[in-house]
């Protein structure tokens, strides 16, 4: 493309903007509404994601080891739980020291359970990659040698999925019911600007101007709006995230979320990855309503 098509195709997009300024600030707005709903879901979703990670290690599964198991026993049963998929860290627990945390948990002084047996079992803490791998990482180490019992909470881990799923299924619903409102407004607009030059693509047909010349200026047009709809709405949930950021850390929730070991995600590290989302998904959505637009009134 010529820098001075590009120039004109620049200048008629931005003077029909102003043409239909009514337009194309509801089409921005609304653009802007439906990306600030995209943004929020993210913030809501990667966040929640953190927390699970969270949780997911510090609830372990607990092997326990049959007490007629023998060290080479336990050392092959070791070798194959370090072999099954899912599994980012194994430590094992003696007798003696299940024995010395249980009293400690027991709150009985050291001298006092000295010369008794130490009945307590052997164990290997397994931490996961993933929640939602629980359940096949269970099923797996059931079926091996030496294994007597194994601790876990998949009632919990389940509500923790549950809870992710819906928050990702009802954003994405959501986003995809804004989107399609947002790109039916763009259409209503770029059809005020076409249907008022109507004539004037006619006469641009007629005369030789391609399909493409004439389509330019209400792409652009249309790439404009979701532009300024995506800023906008960067701007807007920038402030919105630096606020429940701090109040989170420094309000009531702050000593909750501490004891889960929890921090929500850097602020630059969200918008480093949602900024060319948003804006991507702004053209998009403006790309689209032109398009639509414009096709009907280039069959002459």
């Known amino acids: 493309m010529k820098i001075r098509n590009l120039r004109y195709f620049l200048s008629e997009s931005i003077r029909s903007m102003i043409r239909n300024r009514l337009m194309s600030l509801a089409s921005i707005i609304t653009v802007a509404s439906c990306i600030l709903i995209l943004a929020i879901s993210y913030f809501i979703v990667t966040n929640v994601n953190q927390l699970m990670e969270n949780i997911g ?12 198991a023998t060290d080479h026993e336990v050392d092959v049963l070791e070798s194959q739980l370090v072999n099954i998929p899912h599994i980012v860290d194994i430590s094992f627990t003696s007798e003696e020291e ?3 945390r249980a009293a400690d948990e027991w709150g009985m002084e050291p001298e006092l359970l000295e010369g008794l047996p130490h009945i307590m079992p052997r164990s290997f803490s397994l931490e996961l990659d993933a929640l939602e791998n629980q359940h096949y990482v269970v099923n797996y180490v059931t079926g091996l040698d030496s294994v007597m019992h194994i601790r876990h909470d998949q009632e919990g881990m389940d509500i923790f999925i549950g809870i992710s799923r819906t928050v990702s299924i009802v954003s994405a619903i ?8 947002s790109t039916v407004i763009i259409i209503n607009t ?4 076409v249907s008022a030059r109507k004539n ?5 047909k007629y005369v030789g101007a391609t399909d493409w010349f ?10 404009l709006i979701g532009v300024l709809g995506a800023l906008t709405a960067l701007g807007a949930s920038y402030f919105i995230y630096t606020y429940a950021v701090v109040s989170i850390v420094d309000g009531v929730l702050g000593a909750f979320f501490a004891i889960l070991f929890f921090e929500p995600r850097d602020v630059g590290e969200v918008f480093l990855m ?4 948003c804006v991507a998904m702004g053209i998009c959505i403006g790309v689209a309503g032109s ?3 414009i096709r009907k009134y280039l069959r002459v």
């Open 174 to 181: 959501v986003i995809a019911f804004l989107g399609g409102i």
């Open 200 to 204: 004037e693509i006619n006469i641009m």
């Open 274 to 277: 949602l900024a060319p989302i």
């Open 57 to 68: 290690q510090s609830m372990l599964i607990i092997v326990f080891v049959e007490d007629e």
């Open 214 to 223: 004439i389509r330019w200026p209400f792409l652009m047009e249309g790439v």
């Open 291 to 293: 398009a639509t637009s």
């Open 98 to 100: 299940a024995f010395a």
């Open 190 to 193: 770029i059809k005020i600007t």
